[in-house]
């Protein structure tokens, strides 16, 4: 059964950094692209970034693009979610998924997702 664990949320001031993990157990974790994904209040869950299963290529939403970047850690099974310059819009609960499908294509199919673990929940103040 797989499961995803996301940490690393917190309140932060705008300006500043969080870094996010997400722990994979259940599948091969070395074999799937990875995702984050975030839901704001009152809104549709959205995008974020995505890696590809051996870290060579990511994709990210133009919201965060030079901001944000993901990484990948395949001997630890965990994903990773640097966030710097962080803005009051960044508010969310933050979620990691997997496919195994390129990153670019988890832009969209993320919304077929069964799955999602519990979130972090990321505040940003201004």
């Known amino acids: 059964q797989v499961q995803l664990v996301e940490s690393g949320g917190g309140l932060v001031q705008a300006g500043g950094s969080l870094r996010l993990s997400c722990v994979g157990s259940?599948?091969?974790?070395?074999?799937?692209?990875m995702g984050w994904f975030r839901q704001a209040p009152g809104k549709e869950r959205e995008f974020v970034a995505a890696i590809r299963w051996s870290g060579g290529s990511t994709y990210y939403a133009d919201s965060v693009k030079g901001r944000f970047t993901i990484s990948k850690d395949n001997g630890k099974n965990t994903v990773f979610l640097q966030m710097n310059s962080l803005k009051p819009e960044d508010t969310a609960v933050y979620y990691c998924n997997y496919d195994s499908l390129p990153p670019v294509t988890m832009a969209t199919r993320y919304k077929e997702y069964v799955y999602w673990g519990q979130g972090t929940q990321v505040t940003v103040s201004s």
């Open positions: 259940g599948l091969t974790f070395s074999r799937y692209n």
